[in-house]
């Protein structure tokens, strides 16, 4: 009976365990400066692309400011893909800031 016991609580901690790391992970934020968006064509254009993407949890675009600030999975986006966007509507990156989040 000890022995049961004592293997229940090693399966268990093992199982609480291995969800803990499961679930874990990284995300990047990135706001972008864009100097030439200006439009709300461009805006609307960019949130549209950026919110299909697989792996972007959030995509704010602004004009006011024109920046565009991205919540990505690190495993399924890199900058190259959200490069690929931003020139696919004319819309060049002047400066980049990311921030690294584990969860």
């Known amino acids: 009976m000890k ?3 004592v293997l229940s609580f090693i399966l268990l901690s093992f199982a609480v365990l291995s969800s803990d790391f499961s ?3 990284n995300f990047t ?3 972008i400066d864009i100097p030439n968006l200006t439009t709300v064509d461009a805006k609307k254009n960019l949130e549209m692309e950026f919110t ?4 972007i949890s959030s995509c704010d675009v602004t004009t006011l400011n024109r920046t565009i ?3 990505y999975d690190d495993s399924k986006v890199n900058k190259q893909v959200i490069d690929r966007v ?3 509507w004319g819309c060049p990156p002047a400066k980049y800031t990311f921030n690294k989040f584990i969860k």
Do not use: A, E, I, P
């Open 3 to 5: 022995q049961l016991l």
């Open 29 to 31: 934020q990135v706001v």
């Open 69 to 71: 600030t991205l919540r």
């Open 52 to 55: 299909n993407l697989k792996g």
């Open 23 to 25: 679930g874990s992970k």
């Open 86 to 88: 931003l020139l696919k």
